[in-house]
C-alpha cells in the first residue's frame, strides 16, 4: 500500500473511526472472539510499529542522524554537536573566521587583478 493509505484527516476523527469499527464488531461477536480478533489487532499493531521503529533506525544510521543523548560520551559532555575531540562546534570558531578572512583575500586579490587587467 502506498499513496494516501492511511488518509490525511484529523487525528480525533481518525481514532473516531477505528471506535466506531470496535462497537460494531462488538455486538456481533461474544467475548472469546472479541478477545480472539482483539488480540489479533494488536499482534498487528505491534508488527507495525516494530517493523517502523527499524526503518527508522536503519534510515537515522544512513543519515547519520541517530543522536544517544544517554552515551558515556553525552554524559561525559558531549554531546550531538561535539567533535570527535569533544569540542563544541563553537570552539572552532577561530579556524571559520581564518577561512572567512583568507576568502576575503582572495576575493580582493582577484578583483585587483581583473581591474589590472581592465585598465591594460
Keep these: ?12 476523527t481518525y481514532n473516531l473511526i477505528a471506535v466506531a469499527i470496535g462497537i460494531l464488531l462488538v455486538g456481533d461477536l461474544n467475548a472469546n472472539e472479541q478477545n480472539s480478533l482483539g488480540n489479533w489487532f494488536l499482534l498487528l499493531g505491534q508488527y507495525l510499529a516494530t517493523n517502523a521503529s527499524q526503518q527508522q533506525l536503519i534510515e537515522s544510521r544512513i543519515e547519520n542522524n541517530n543522536v ?19 569540542l563544541s562546534n563553537q570552539n572552532q570558531r577561530n579556524e571559520i573566521d581564518f577561512l572567512m ?4 583575500k582572495i576575493q580582493k586579490e582577484l578583483n585587483n587583478i581583473k581591474n589590472e587587467d581592465n585598465t591594460l
Excluded: R
Design 1 to 12: 500500500m502506498t499513496g494516501n493509505f492511511p488518509p490525511n484527516i484529523h487525528p480525533t
Design 68 to 86: 544517544n543523548i544517554n552515551s558515556k560520551k553525552s554524559k561525559n559532555g558531549g554531546g550531538p554537536y561535539t567533535t570527535a575531540n569533544n
Design 101 to 104: 578572512d583568507a576568502l576575503d
